[in-house]
C-alpha cells in the first residue's frame, strides 16, 4: 500500500487559489447587503467633545450612522479572556466605540452604513469629530510608575502581572564569577496578512438567527463573544471561508466586527465590513517587549542563574487575546538550557497605543530575544564562542522529560546534535576564521539562535473535536475545528486520512470553519493544528478503520461515520538551530545578510514540502523583525510606519536562499509524534540575526548595548559611532 504520510506532495489547495477560485469575505455578495465604514481617532489622547453625524446622514444611501453614545448601555466593551497574572485587578475593557474619550490613533469612533462602499466612506468623511487633545502617555516604563493613570477608574497602569522561577537566584549570584547585565527592546509589530479582516453579518428576523461569515482564526469563539455582547436572544452561527492569513492576529474579537453585528441587527439588513490596509497598520499589533537582564555566569560559560524583568506595552485597551504573550514569555525564556535558577517578570502596563496581542510566536521571540542576546553578551564578556557557551548550557538528550526553572516540561529533544548538524551546514568553523582575518570596511557577522517552542496552547485549547465521515463511494469526510489560513491543512489531513484507510488523498475532503458542523473548537492557534487537530482526527480515523474492518471491509449502506473529541495531555516542544550571516558596511552602517541555515526539529513531517514552506516564511518574517520592521511612532503619539511606504517588509530581493534540514525526534504526548512548525521559525530567526549584527558591530569595535531592533541603516550607522 502507498504510504502518503513523509511524502512532499505538492498542496491540494494551490491549484484552486492560485486559479481565482477562493472565497474569501469580501467575494461573497448577499441581496440587500449594506456596507460599513468605520470613521476612526486621530489623537493619541483626547477628550471628545462632540460628535456631529447631521452631514453624514444626509448622504446618498446612508442607512444610519453609530457613534459611542448609540451603543452604551447596549452593547457592552470586549472584555478579555481571563489569564493567570491578570489578578483581581479589573483589565481595561475596549469599548466597541469610543465613549467620551479616545485612547489610541485608529481607535474607532463612529461606523457609517450605506447602501455602497463609496457611499459609506463619503458619509463617514463628513462626521465631524471635536476634540480636546489630552497628554498622550507613550513610555512604558513612566506607565509603570503609575505616575500618571490612563484608567483612573482602574487605580493603576499594571493591569497584568506574570512570574516564573524556581531555583536559588541569589545563590547563584553569589558565586557567579561574572555577572553580565543588558536591556534589550523589541518594536511594536503589525501581523501584515494578504487579507485584512472582514466581517458580513446576516441577520434573519424571523429565526433570530444571525449568520456571520468573518475571516477569523477562531470562529467559535467569534461565535461565543457575538451571543453575548449583542442585545437579544441571537443564534449565532459563524462561517469561516478561506482565509488569506492570520499570524495570531486574527484570534481576536474585534470593536469593527461588533459594531458591523449590532448595525445589521438593528437595521434587519446584512451588512458587510472589509478593512482598508491603512486601518490593519493602526489597529492591530502584535510584539512591544522590553527586557531587563542580568546572568550570573561561571567563567567556564555555565549560567548559574538569570533575573528577568519584562514590560509590555498593552496599549489603551484590552481585546479577547490581550496578555496570552506575557504569560509564554515568562516560561519560555529557559529556552533550551538547563539553568538551575530563574527568577522572571513581566508587567503588562498601559499606553496611548493600540492593543497588543498574539503575533507569530505569541511570547516566543519576546522570550527568546533576552535569553539568546544575554547568552552571546555574556560569550563576549567571558572571551568564549557563542556556539560553546549555548553547548555548556544545553539540556543533555538524556534528561528528557525535562522540568525548567520557569516550569515547563520539556518532552523530548537533541539540542547537541540539532545545533551541531546547522553549524556544520554553515561552514561555522571557517566563518570564524575568516573574521579574523578581517579588516574593514565590510565586516562579517555571525549570529546563532537556539530555541525551543510548544505546540498546543494552554489547557482550553488542547481539546479537539473531530468527525470523520465514510461514504458507500469510499469517499471520506473530515470535519475539523482547525481553521486553516495557508497551512495545508486539507493536504495534510488528506496524506493521514489516505495512510489510515488505504484511499487516495484526493478521495478525502476536509470541511472547516463552520460552528454549526461542530459544538465547540479552538480553531487554528498556539501551533495546534496538527498537534491537536490532526491527531483527533487521526484518532477518528483509526476508530472508522477500526469500523470498517470489523465489517470485512464494505462500508455499510448509511456509511460509517464517528465522532470524538481528544485532548492533548501535555505541550509538546519542537527546538531549533538558526545560523545567520550579515555583512555590514562600516562606512554607511549597511546591513545586507548573505547566508542563513537552519535546523528544526518539529518531530515526525506529515509533509516536508509544507514544512519547509512554513519554515521559509517564518524566517522572513523573523528577518523583517531583525531589520526593518517597526511600528514606530513620534514623541507625540503619531504613527510614523503606518504604510507600505514606511513599513519595511523584506522582499525577495533582500533575502538569501535558505540552507534548511530537519530532525525528527517524536513527541511521547501525542498518537502521531508532532511538534507543531508554524510558529517555530519566527521565534528563532529574529534573534539570529540581531546576534549577527550585533556579532559584527562589535569586531568593528562599537559598544552593541542599545542595539535593538529593528536594525535600520541609521541605527546601525549611529551605533558605529
Not at 495570531?248 to 448595525?263: L, Q, S
Not at 505546540?455 to 481539546?463: D, I
Not at 465521515?469 to 469526510?477: I, L, N, Q
Not at 517588509?649 to 508532532?674: D, H, K, R, V, Y
Amino acid at each position: 500500500m502507498t504510504t502518503y504520510r513523509g511524502q512532499g506532495m505538492a498542496r491540494m489547495e494551490d491549484e484552486r487559489l492560485l486559479r481565482g477560485g477562493g472565497t474569501f469575505v469580501d467575494d461573497i455578495q448577499l441581496d440587500g447587503m449594506l456596507h460599513a465604514a468605520v470613521l476612526r481617532s486621530t489623537e493619541p489622547h483626547a477628550r471628545i467633545r462632540s460628535i456631529d453625524t447631521a452631514d453624514a446622514l444626509a448622504c446618498p444611501g446612508v442607512a444610519a450612522v453609530y457613534t459611542g453614545a448609540d451603543l452604551d448601555g447596549v452593547v457592552p466593551d470586549i472584555g478579555a479572556i481571563r489569564r493567570e497574572g491578570m489578578g483581581e485587578t479589573p483589565v481595561p475593557e475596549h469599548p466597541v466605540l469610543a465613549k467620551g474619550r479616545v485612547c489610541y490613533v485608529g481607535q474607532p469612533v463612529a461606523i457609517v452604513v450605506a447602501s455602497t462602499r463609496a457611499q459609506a466612506f463619503d458619509a463617514r468623511d463628513r462626521i465631524a469629530v471635536d476634540y480636546e487633545p489630552l497628554p498622550p502617555l507613550l513610555d512604558p516604563r513612566k506607565s509603570a510608575s503609575d505616575a500618571d493613570l490612563l484608567h483612573p477608574d482602574i487605580g493603576t497602569n499594571v493591569v497584568m502581572r506574570t512570574e516564573a522561577g524556581a531555583g536559588n537566584v541569589a545563590e547563584a549570584f553569589e558565586n557567579a564569577d561574572a555577572i553580565v547585565e543588558a536591556s534589550y527592546e523589541i518594536p511594536r509589530l503589525v501581523a501584515m496578512p494578504m487579507e485584512c479582516r472582514g466581517i458580513i453579518v446576516a441577520p434573519d428576523a424571523e429565526s433570530g438567527r444571525l449568520t456571520v461569515w468573518t475571516s477569523t482564526q477562531v470562529p467559535h469563539r467569534v461565535k461565543t463573544f457575538l451571543a453575548m455582547l449583542l442585545p437579544g436572544d441571537l443564534d449565532v452561527r459563524v462561517i469561516t471561508p478561506d482565509v488569506g492569513g492570520g499570524f495570531g492576529r486574527k484570534i481576536e474579537v474585534w470593536p469593527e466586527e461588533v459594531a458591523a453585528a449590532y448595525a445589521a441587527v438593528q437595521l434587519g439588513a446584512p451588512v458587510k465590513w472589509t478593512e482598508q490596509r491603512s486601518e490593519s497598520t493602526l489597529a492591530s499589533h502584535g510584539r512591544g517587549f522590553t527586557a531587563d537582564v542580568e546572568a550570573a555566569v561561571r567563567s567556564d560559560g555555565t549560567m548559574l542563574g538569570v533575573r528577568i524583568r519584562m514590560l509590555a506595552d498593552m496599549g489603551a485597551y484590552f481585546l479577547t487575546s490581550s496578555g496570552g504573550p506575557l504569560g509564554n514569555a515568562v516560561q519560555r525564556v529557559a529556552g533550551p538550557y538547563a539553568i538551575p535558577a530563574m527568577d522572571v517578570e513581566c508587567l503588562g502596563v498601559t499606553t496611548n497605543r493600540p492593543p497588543t496581542g498574539p503575533y507569530r510566536g505569541a511570547g516566543g521571540p519576546e522570550a527568546a530575544v533576552p535569553i539568546e542576546r544575554i547568552m552571546d553578551d555574556a560569550a563576549r564578556r567571558l572571551g568564549m564562542d557563542p556556539a560553546e557557551i549555548r553547548r555548556r548550557n544545553f539540556i543533555p538528550a538524556d534528561a528528557f522529560p525535562y522540568e525548567t526553572a520557569t516550569g515547563l516540561l520539556y518532552d523530548s529533544g537533541d539540542f547537541h546534535t540539532a545545533f551541531d548538524r546547522a553549524l556544520g551546514m554553515a561552514g561555522y568553523a571557517g566563518l570564524r576564521e575568516r573574521q579574523a582575518s578581517e579588516r574593514g570596511p565590510f565586516r562579517t557577522g555571525i549570529g546563532v539562535a537556539t530555541v525551543t517552542k510548544a505546540s498546543g496552547g494552554k489547557a482550553n485549547v488542547r481539546k479537539s473535536l473531530a468527525r470523520v465521515e465514510m461514504k458507500p463511494d469510499g469517499r471520506v469526510v473530515i470535519v475539523t475545528d482547525v481553521s486553516p489560513h495557508g497551512q495545508g491543512t486539507a493536504t495534510s489531513f488528506s496524506q493521514i486520512a489516505a495512510d489510515t484507510l488505504g484511499v487516495p488523498p484526493e478521495m478525502v475532503d476536509l470541511h472547516h470553519g463552520d460552528t454549526d458542523e461542530l459544538a465547540s473548537g479552538g480553531g487554528t492557534t498556539s501551533s495546534r493544528g496538527l498537534a491537536v487537530g490532526g491527531n483527533a482526527a487521526y484518532l477518528a480515523l483509526q476508530e472508522v478503520k477500526r469500523r470498517l474492518d470489523a465489517a470485512g471491509g464494505v462500508v455499510p449502506a448509511n456509511g460509517i461515520t464517528v465522532e470524538l473529541e481528544w485532548e492533548l495531555p501535555a505541550n509538546p516542544f519542537g527546538f531549533a538551530a538558526h545560523v545567520a550571516v550579515v555583512e555590514l558596511d562600516e562606512g554607511t552602517g549597511d546591513v545586507r545578510l548573505t547566508d542563513y541555515a537552519a535546523v528544526h526539529d518539529c518531530g515526525p513531517m506529515i509533509n516536508p514540502v509544507i514544512v519547509r514552506g512554513q519554515i521559509q516564511g517564518g524566517i522572513a518574517q523573523g528577518i523583517g523583525q531583525a531589520l526593518s520592521e517597526g511600528m514606530l511612532y513620534t514623541a507625540a503619539g503619531q504613527p510614523q510606519t503606518a504604510s507600505f511606504m514606511t513599513y519595511g517588509i523584506p522582499i525577495a530581493e533582500s533575502l538569501p536562499s535558505f540552507a534548511l534540514e530537519n530532525q525528527q525526534t517524536p513527541s511521547p504526548t501525542n498518537p502521531l509524534g508532532i511538534k507543531g512548525i508554524g510558529e517555530l521559525p519566527t521565534v528563532a530567526a529574529p534573534v539570529a540575526v540581531t546576534n549577527a549584527v550585533a556579532d559584527a558591530l562589535a569586531r568593528s569595535g562599537a559598544d552593541v548595548s542599545g542595539v535593538d531592533m529593528p536594525l535600520l541603516t541609521e541605527r546601525v550607522w549611529r551605533a558605529l559611532g
